[in-house]
Every structure is written in C-alpha cells, then in structure tokens.
C-alpha cells in the first residue's frame, strides 16, 4: 500500500511516521510513503501556487495549475491512484470508509491551504472527498493523515495483532467498552470486581452494559442503530426456530 502526499508542507507530516506502529509498517515495508510538492509544478515565476479569489472574499485560493500539473503526472505513473481530497465542506469519514479504503494498492491525499482549492481541481480529479468533522484547520495536512493512519491499520500486517480490530469502537453501533490495566488497584481505585473473577461470560455480560451506557451518554444516536442491530438479530432466531 502507498500513500503519497500531496501537501506544500511535506514536513509537517513526515514526523509522524518516524515512530511507533507506522514506522515498523514502512521499516517492513507494509506501507510506503512519499510526497508531491504543487511547488515544483508550478509556470509562475516566483513560485507562487495561490492567486485571489473569482468574485472576492477574503483569502487566497490554491491555483488550479500547478495541482493539475501535478495529478496529472501522479495519474501518468499510476493509472491505479485513488485520490482523495480533505475539506470541512464533504461527507464524514467513518471507520467503514477506512477498511474499504485499505484495500486500494495507492491512495493520495491532497492537502488544502490558504481558503481552499480551486474547485476545478476537484472536480477533475477527485475520486472522493471527505470531511473529518465540522471544524476548520489551517490545511489539509492533519486530516490527511487522520485518514492515513485510519486506513492503514487496517491493512493486513501492520498492527502485530489484528484481533484488536475485531474489539475497536464503531465495529458495531455501540463504543468500546472502558478498558483497565495492572495494576488490579491504584490510589485505592480499582478495577471492576467482575474483571477479576475469571467468568468470561459475565466479563462480556458486564463489557456490553458498559458500552451501552458510554454510548448512551456520549453518542445515543449509535445506541438507536444498537438497538434496531439486536431487534433483527432476535426476529432471525425466532424464524430460525
């Protein structure tokens, strides 16, 4: 899998992966990264790559130009390259967008500056857009590689065990249930006594209530979806029986 940044500002996001999980992935070569400079395509003199905007407001706009020039040449070496532009104004990225994403062989993420890009280059060459939420940065940069380390743990071999996908939020409609470490007791807290005993089914019994009542409090929106998932799953028993 390689990811390719398409960013003025290739250093905000190479320190990123100079440790932890993603640094193992590109040392074993998992995933690969480079970078794609709209500075180095663009025909103005003074290396310019924004100009004003058509119809005023404030702000400068990225330059159609050089981005053009540079996506073409992206396209040129890889036909294959899913492309996908972040901006506050597009769809929300979700955890389903991640995996399915995973399997692409290149995706390159373009990093908005100044008020934006110029929406010919979108609409040109985007093959999706998406918004990390309705906030807004001063680039691109950041979401990008939200996304990035978003996907990539879902590509096989990066995480050393991939069951830990399987327990992650937003696998079902409910959060993650709280999770405790040694030790057992820390400044007189303690870890749930039911966590201690050894009885699985409790321990999963105990887990699901936790996750109910998180999701309740901080995203009952999900827990509606929860309780349409456990309806069906009951109606299929019963026809089954």
Do not use: W
Request: hydrophobic share 35%.
């Amino acid at each position: 899998m390689t990811f390719t940044f398409v960013t003025l500002f290739q250093n905000l996001i190479e320190g990123y992966f100079q440790d932890s999980i993603l640094k193992r992935a590109l040392e074993k070569k998992i995933i690969n990264v480079d970078y794609l400079n709209p500075r180095d395509y663009t025909l103005n003199k003074h290396k310019k790559v924004d100009d004003t905007a058509v119809g005023g407001g404030a702000g400068m706009v990225m330059n159609p130009q050089p981005l053009f020039y540079a996506l073409e040449e992206l396209k040129k070496n890889d036909e294959n390259v899913h492309i996908v532009f972040l901006t506050p104004v597009a769809k929300p990225f979700k955890q389903n967008d991640a995996k399915r994403l995973a399997a692409k062989s290149h995706i390159a993420f373009v990093s908005g500056r100044y008020e934006g890009i110029d929406e010919r280059v979108v609409e040109e060459f985007a093959d999706e857009v998406f918004s990390i939420g309705d906030y807004i940065l001063t680039g691109g940069e950041l979401a990008s590689l939200v996304l990035c380390d978003a996907i990539s743990r879902n590509v096989d071999g990066v995480l050393g065990n991939a069951e830990s996908l399987e327990i992650e939020s937003f696998e079902t409609p409910l959060l993650e249930a709280p999770s405790f470490s040694k030790p057992k007791i820390y400044e007189d807290l303690s870890v749930p006594s039911e966590y201690l005993k050894g009885n699985h089914s409790k321990i999963r019994s105990l887990k699901l209530a936790l996750s109910e009542c998180k999701t309740k409090f901080f995203r009952p929106e999900q827990l509606k979806k929860h309780n349409c998932t456990t309806a069906l799953g009951s109606q299929i028993k019963r026809t089954k029986s």
